[in-house]
């Protein structure tokens, strides 16, 4: 691992990229609700992400066009300020109700003070659509390349490489108070049987702070 290293309980992440599964214009057939569980914006805006963040922080928000403006709010939510935009084309239509989608928008946002590595970044590319919500892996190397570690991935899907992750689909390397994820369960019996686990846990205290 590289700057990516899992820090140790007392430790907040520099960077957090988070990819919600937000619940406007998802329901339907070809919606994610048929896909995986969503969350209301009350719940997505509760999450203690102030908690999780270093005092000087990078937030990545993936939001798409029905969901954009309402991203902003959330990353205000959460602590940060919304800064500037990357735009992922696909080399597929999606849905909507006027035009056809055919990108994804990741947000960035600030908390504190945190210029970027990197300052040759284009804000738009070309990458190929693979699954449904499947963002592309050439994603994590641009954010390593942009913002400072420790790496915190919320609502992964997969492992990735210098990356601590969270979600209902990956053995998550923190837990969350108020967001149970299947990895908890296997964690807590773990742990009832004398096995030592890496997971970093964020306290309630530091929850409601």
Request: include cysteine.
């Amino acid at each position: 691992m590289s700057d990516g290293t899992p820090p140790d309980d007392s430790a907040r992440y520099t960077t957090i990229l988070v990819d919600p599964p937000w619940p406007t214009g998802q329901q339907g057939k070809y919606g994610a609700a048929s896909k995986y569980a969503l969350m209301t914006l009350e719940r997505i805006k509760a999450m203690p992400i102030g908690a999780l963040a270093a005092d000087n922080a990078h937030l990545y928000l993936w939001c798409y066009p029905a969901t954009r403006y309402v991203a902003e709010d959330v990353m205000r939510e959460w602590g940060f300020e919304f800064k500037d935009e990357f735009v992922w084309g696909k080399d597929q239509m999606g849905l909507g109700q006027y035009f056809r989608h055919a990108h994804e928008t990741l947000l960035l946002g600030v908390k504190g003070k945190l210029p970027v590595k990197f300052r040759g970044q284009r804000s738009f590319t070309m990458l190929p659509r693979q699954d449904h919500s499947h963002k592309p892996e050439e994603v994590h190397v641009m954010i390593q390349r942009l913002s400072p570690g420790p790496y915190l991935e919320l609502f992964a899907r997969r492992p990735a490489h210098g990356f601590h992750v969270w979600g209902n689909q990956v053995d998550s390397d923190i837990t969350i108070p108020g967001y149970p994820v299947p990895s908890d369960i296997k964690t807590k019996t773990n742990t009832n049987t004398n096995t030592n686990t890496t997971k970093v846990a964020v306290t309630e205290e530091a929850a409601d702070a």
